[in-house]
């Protein structure tokens, strides 16, 4: 079946510097998701990149769809502590069920 | 107003308890969902709902029964409880392949 995968798993950074979080999918995809989840919340709808090589911006995330469809990445900008929690891509299977990566869990040093 | 809504927030039950969970979306969305989320974060789906009819079941023990009473309702009943049941279950809901709207989970401690 359809896998998709995340790297990496933890994200340690320093108040103020960038990273980025990699999302690679078995299949392409016709679509692909990304969601935060805060500790204790419930995960949060992002943003959906449909094109391929599509790029999107809000504000210090920065989402891109990779040429083939099958890889994705969402880079942050000056990590804020506002940024720290659980952050999921997702891609569609068969029957639009939506299969989410592991996530990758940021935690932001002060 | 809270778009999706689940209850209860938490519960505590033993080992062999019958319980259900309900969750309610107020969006107007056509397709609703059950995920189950364990220890590690991982967000597996269990069954998914296209307007009161049951087009998602996935790999998951008979003891899960969803049901469906319409489309703005899905609600979640487990027999016979077992320790490895215990997880946050979220529902969810969606409009046609846009992204999904997430209840605040319900967690689930089987003791």
């Not at chain 1, 510097?17 to 995960?43: A, M, V």
């Not at chain 1, 943003?47 to 942050?76: D, P, W, Y």
């Not at chain 2, 220890?39 to 269990?46: N, P, T, W």
Request: aromatic share 10%.
């Amino acid at each position: 079946g359809q896998q998709v995968m995340q790297i990496p798993q933890y994200q340690h950074v320093q108040e103020g510097e960038d990273f980025t979080t990699y999302c690679n999918s078995s299949t392409t995809l016709s679509n692909i998701q990304w969601y935060k989840q805060r500790p204790g919340g419930h995960p949060v709808f992002l943003i959906q990149l449909v094109k391929s090589g599509e790029v999107k911006k809000q504000k210090r995330l920065t989402f891109q769809f990779g040429e083939a469809k099958k890889n994705s990445s969402l880079h942050i900008t000056a990590t804020q502590t506002t940024d720290v929690g659980t952050y999921f891509c997702a891609g569609p299977t068969a029957g639009n069920k939506l299969t989410f990566g592991g996530g990758t869990r940021v935690l932001v040093k002060p | 107003d809270t778009a999706v809504s689940q209850t209860p927030k938490y519960l505590v039950t033993q080992m062999g308890n019958d319980k259900s969970i309900k969750c309610e979306q107020n969006l107007g969305h056509d397709t609703m969902y059950w995920y189950k989320q364990d220890s590690k974060k991982f967000l597996k789906i269990m069954f998914s709902y296209n307007n009161k009819e049951l087009i998602i079941n996935e790999t998951v023990p008979n003891r899960f029964s969803p049901k469906s009473p319409d489309k703005a309702h899905l609600n979640l009943h487990i027999n016979s409880l077992e320790l490895g049941d215990s997880a946050v279950y979220f529902c969810a809901s969606s409009q046609g392949l846009g992204g999904y709207t997430f209840g605040s989970g319900t967690r689930l401690t089987v003791v």
